[in-house]
T-cell receptor, first 115, second 115 residues
Framework: DAGVTQSPTHLIKTRGQQVTLRCSPK?????VSWYQQALGQGPQFIFQ???????QRGNFPDRFSGHQFPNYSSELNVNALLLGDSALYLC??????????????FGPGTRLTVL | DQQVKQNSPSLSVQEGRISILNCDYT??????FLWYKKYPAEGPTFLIS?????DKNEDGRFTVFLNKSAKHLSLHIVPSQPGDSAVYFC??????????????FGRGTSLIVHP
């Protein structure tokens, strides 16, 4: 049973560029959440996708956008990259329990470096 | 303003002894709590969770205690093993307007278990 997978593992971009990160959820999961983890910090919630729509959004600017596909996989797009966007980007998947608490399972992350 | 606080950045314990990791939260809307473990170059791995209707949950060597009146939870690891050396994240979830539970993470505590 494959867990959450993310690609690429590492990425180096320059300021102003755009980046797309990809995530495949754990088998049986229908909900995907994205997090940004800066050095020395805990993961910070960016947004969550369910039924191909953004269901919840954290305190991140519109430069951060996403998409969920019919197979539940997801993309995170970041436009106009800033140096401060350098971080580990984590994808987490879960099963929607219709309003009950769920447990999110994380992928290994994509390390983004902006120069 | 940190809603989930892990005030000890690091903890050092001898193999075989008990490890106690602490976490405090401020938002009384949190009602589902989780602990994750993270090794370098990997994503966080789910360890154990507890609902606000309970004050204790046990899974093998791991026990989580919840004190709602103090807004405090702790993770006990008994006995500690060198393989437990990792960063431990506390997370607290609340039901959000989008219709799901979203966790807020602390900054983590680095546990080192000495042989």
């Amino acid at each position: 049973d494959a867990g959450v997978t993310q690609s690429p593992t590492h990425l180096i971009k320059t300021r102003g560029q755009q980046v797309t990160l990809r995530c495949s959820p754990k088998s049986g999961h229908d909900t995907v959440s994205w997090y940004q983890q800066a050095l020395g910090q805990g993961p910070q919630f960016i947004f969550q996708y369910y039924e191909e729509e953004e269901r919840q959004r954290g305190n991140f600017p519109d430069r951060f956008s996403g998409h969920q596909f019919p197979n539940y996989s997801s993309e995170l797009n970041v436009n106009a990259l800033l140096l401060g966007d350098s971080a580990l980007y984590l994808c987490a998947s879960s099963w929607d329990y219709r309003g009950r608490p769920d447990t999110q399972y994380f992928g290994p992350g994509t390390r983004l470096t902006v120069l | 303003d940190q809603q989930v606080k892990q005030n000890s950045p690091s903890l050092s314990v001898q193999e075989g002894r008990i490890s106690i990791l602490n976490c405090d939260y401020t938002n009384s809307m949190f009602d589902y709590f989780l602990w994750y473990k993270k090794y370098p170059a990997e994503g966080p791995t789910f360890l154990i969770s507890i609902s606000s209707i309970k004050d204790k949950n046990e899974d093998g060597r791991f026990t989580v205690f919840l004190n709602k009146s103090a807004k405090h939870l702790s993770l006990h690891i008994v006995p500690s093993q060198p393989g437990d050396s990792a960063v431990y994240f506390c997370a607290a979830s609340a039901f959000m307007s989008g219709g799901s539970y979203i966790p807020t993470f602390g900054r983590g505590t680095s546990l080192i278990v000495h042989p």
